[in-house]
């Protein structure tokens, strides 16, 4: 299966969600207002956000003129077009070498699996990797990230539970430094998006990474589990407020009805998606396409 028929099949739920939805409204023939309202709907009811659903539903108002509203084809078309659009307003970073990826995010949503998928990703790439344990909260989870990292065969940097998240983050930038390494991967604790000292934590190990590795290239990656919903816009908001983001990793994609949400975060807090995990498997984290997301989509 080609990488890009990987996102589009982890999208089979939203999918069936959304076209079924679609049908039955072209079904019942309506033209006018009252298409356009429950065109409107059936995006929201997919997690797409009021804000962005009107703003899509008015352009297709305009584009649809006349009998073309009554033309399924030319409609979900014209959709498609719209929502490609709308989630290339965020854009795509590029990626630089040498790097850091730091990855933060509430509890549970994947952090530590995803640092070991994109470790292996990286090294598909042909490019050195270590990975930093600064999650030093969570029980076993520097033990769970060092299994990750074996499987990955890379690096890992670890103190002991209950260190200085900080501590971590200073001696896996030196020693990627020394290293010449390609990637450096920092594993974050899991924390409340309103808890504040949580976020000055996650703030102070960004100083950290600025500070002492100027001459790499550092983003910022929020983790979002896909089936979340709209919560994730708001867990998208406020960890935006606090470090900045450069991008999104998306998780759990084969497991959501509705993954609209992810056309609000980037229209609406022009936050691109750049990575999608799609199964469980060590190389199910694919590079985000717009393209083939929207027509996994329909």
């Known amino acids: 299966?080609?990488?890009?028929?990987?996102?589009?099949?982890?999208?089979?739920?939203?999918?069936?969600?959304?076209?079924?939805?679609?049908?039955?409204?072209?079904?019942?023939?309506?033209?006018?207002?009252?298409?356009?309202?429950?065109?409107?709907?059936?995006?929201?009811?997919?997690?797409?956000?009021?804000?962005?659903?009107?703003?899509?539903?008015?352009?297709?108002?305009?584009?649809?003129?006349?009998?073309?509203?009554?033309?399924?084809?030319?409609?979900?078309?014209?959709?498609?077009?719209?929502?490609?659009?709308?989630?290339?307003?965020?854009?795509?970073?590029?990626?630089?070498?040498?790097?850091?990826?730091?990855l933060v995010g509430v509890n549970g949503v994947g952090k530590t699996t995803t640092i070991g998928k994109l470790a292996s990703y990286f090294v598909s790439e042909k490019k050195s990797v270590t990975v930093a344990a600064a999650d030093t909260f969570r029980a076993a989870a520097i033990d769970q990230?060092?299994?990750w990292a074996d499987r990955a065969k890379v690096r890992i940097v670890k103190h002991e539970e209950g260190s200085d998240p900080s501590a971590v983050v200073y001696d896996a930038v030196s020693s990627a430094k020394a290293r010449g390494t390609d990637v450096l991967l920092i594993d974050t604790a899991?924390?409340?998006?309103?808890?504040?000292?949580?976020?000055?934590?996650?703030?102070?190990?960004?100083?950290?990474?600025?500070?002492?590795?100027?001459?790499?290239?550092?983003?910022k990656f929020l983790v979002l589990d896909a089936t979340t919903g709209q919560n994730a816009y708001s867990q998208a908001r406020v960890f935006q407020e606090a470090v900045d983001l450069d991008g999104i990793v998306l998780t759990k994609l084969d497991g959501t009805a509705k993954g609209g949400f992810v056309f609000s975060l980037c229209g609406e807090l022009k936050i691109p998606v750049v990575f999608a995990g799609v199964g469980e498997k060590l190389d199910d984290l694919e590079p985000f396409d717009a393209e083939q997301f929207v027509e996994g989509f329909f």
């Not at 399924?72 to 498609?80: G, H, I, N, S, Y």
């Open 190 to 219: 899991g924390r409340l998006h309103v808890k504040d000292n949580l976020m000055n934590e996650l703030k102070k190990m960004d100083r950290v990474v600025e500070r002492e590795y100027p001459a790499a290239a550092f983003y």
């Open 145 to 147: 990230l060092g299994v």
């Open 1 to 102: 299966m080609g990488i890009f028929n990987k996102i589009k099949d982890a999208l089979k739920k939203t999918k069936a969600n959304v076209s079924t939805k679609l049908r039955q409204l072209f079904l019942k023939d309506k033209i006018g207002e009252a298409f356009y309202e429950e065109l409107e709907e059936i995006l929201i009811s997919s997690d797409v956000s009021v804000k962005t659903a009107e703003a899509v539903v008015d352009e297709v108002r305009e584009e649809a003129i006349g009998g073309k509203v009554k033309d399924e084809q030319f409609v979900t078309d014209l959709l498609k077009d719209i929502l490609e659009e709308t989630l290339n307003e965020a854009p795509m970073p590029a990626i630089e070498y040498p790097c850091v990826i730091m």
